[in-house]
């Protein structure tokens, strides 16, 4: 399962690439967002059709407050390292013929802000980071296999990131320390929803960004 995971990833970043020589212009980005979840919905639910950890699935309270504290605090930790050298950074904007928001607008932000992040999370985190701790724990370790998973889902997760769209190096510090802390969440605390709600939450901030400064100017 670990090797059809780090495939899924690279299929989803080149059926990025991909869609837009495959489908007409006007559906091109539709049918590269339905590649991109496709590729991790499919060994997901493979992966956890055949075993999972007990607990992985189990949700708390507390979990969404773990995501509201620090998805915010990625977001400002980014805003930080984007004004490294060059003063106050320019607020982030969408194109707008008008100076309102595109009529997709919406439909993007719901599904970068909960679908995409949901999935990125069963995969990375549900399926390659529990696959490398449970390979390496009986030989290494809990700790350091969990080091490891942290460490390796996360280089993962940039990648996919990176082959899907090059990224400044805000972004990528920012897109580090999010692997960096939804990995922890999930090995800390034996559940997968912490990560997830981190990652929801940082991901619609950065949407929030978006609307707020194309409105704006």
């Given at each position: 399962m670990l090797g059809w995971a780090v495939c899924a990833v690279g299929a989803g970043a080149l059926g990025a690439h991909v869609a837009p020589v495959v489908f007409p212009v006007e559906t091109a980005a539709g049918g590269a967002q339905g590649i991109i979840w496709s590729s991790m919905a499919v060994p997901v639910a493979v992966a956890f059709a055949r075993s999972r950890?007990?607990?992985?699935?189990?949700?708390?309270?507390?979990?969404v407050a773990y995501g509201v504290v620090f998805g915010v605090l990625l977001?400002?930790?980014?805003?930080?390292?984007?004004?490294?050298?060059?003063?106050?950074?320019?607020?982030?904007?969408?194109?707008?013929?008008?100076?309102?928001?595109?009529p997709s607008f919406a439909f993007e932000a719901v599904a970068g802000s909960i679908v995409t992040p949901t999935l990125?999370?069963?995969?990375?985190?549900?399926?390659?980071?529990?696959?490398?701790?449970?390979?390496?724990?009986?030989?290494?370790?809990?700790?350091?296999?969990?080091?490891?998973?942290?460490a390796i889902s996360t280089v993962l997760f940039l990648?996919?990131?990176?082959?899907a769209a090059?990224?400044?190096v805000s972004e990528l510090v920012a897109l580090t320390l999010l692997g960096i802390v939804a990995g922890s969440f999930v090995i800390g605390t034996g559940r997968i929803w912490?990560?997830?709600?981190?990652?929801?939450?940082f991901n619609a901030s950065g949407f929030a960004l978006v609307a707020v400064g194309t409105l704006l100017a």
């Open positions: 950890p007990r607990g992985l699935l189990r949700f708390r309270a507390v979990d977001r400002l930790v980014q805003g930080s390292v984007a004004r490294i050298g060059v003063g106050a950074a320019p607020w982030p904007s969408t194109f707008s013929n008008d100076g309102g928001l595109p990125e999370e069963l995969l990375l985190r549900g399926v390659v980071l529990v696959s490398v701790f449970t390979i390496l724990r009986r030989g290494v370790g809990s700790i350091a296999a969990g080091v490891a998973a942290v990648a996919a990131h990176e082959l090059p990224r400044d912490p990560a997830v709600a981190v990652h929801v939450v």
